[in-house]
């Protein structure tokens, strides 16, 4: 894989730097399932990542390249991979019709649940859908339809244009 240049962004914080753990993540996704219940803080957690994903799309230069770019998957990595921000690998994304398939795995949001766990993809559908959303220039609506959770190789997000 080539080299991807990503737009700098100043270091938030001087000494601790820009990244928390999962752990942290995980306790601000179940105090807000806690104290808003789970679909409500599903919705909210979404909408989250929506906002970011788009800011990430228009930071990458990725806004109105449409879907069979071949950038975005290189670009997509190097910005959420390891040499990123570390909230996922995404292996492909495919255009099959109408509808958007993003494979993706070690999601910030399955880690550390259990097999079987019905935990399901909430602030990276989010990202994820924020960015195709810009990519595209379409309204899309998010769904996992595969989890590694449940015996998935991969999380998968469908995205569908809404009418």
Do not use: H, W
């Not at 894989?1 to 942290?24: H, K, W, Y």
């Amino acid at each position: 894989m080539s080299s991807v240049a990503i737009p700098a962004v100043n270091q938030l914080r001087t000494e601790l730097g820009d990244f928390s753990s999962i752990i942290c993540f995980r306790a601000i996704v179940t105090g807000t399932e806690d104290a808003l219940g789970e679909k409500a803080a599903a919705i909210a957690l979404i909408a989250a990542g929506r906002q970011r994903g788009k800011q990430l799309a228009e930071q990458l230069g990725l806004t109105g390249v449409g879907i069979n770019s071949e950038k975005i998957v290189s670009l997509l990595q190097a910005a959420l991979g390891k040499d990123g921000t570390r909230l996922c690998i995404i292996d492909n994304v495919v255009a099959d019709g109408e509808k958007i398939l993003v494979y993706c795995r070690e999601t910030i949001c399955s880690a550390g649940e259990l097999q079987g766990s019905d935990r399901k993809l909430t602030f990276t559908l989010g990202a994820i859908q924020g960015v195709m959303e810009q990519v595209t220039g379409q309204r899309l609506r998010g769904k996992q339809v595969e989890s590694v959770l449940r015996g998935g190789s991969f999380d998968v997000i469908e995205l569908e244009v809404l009418g």
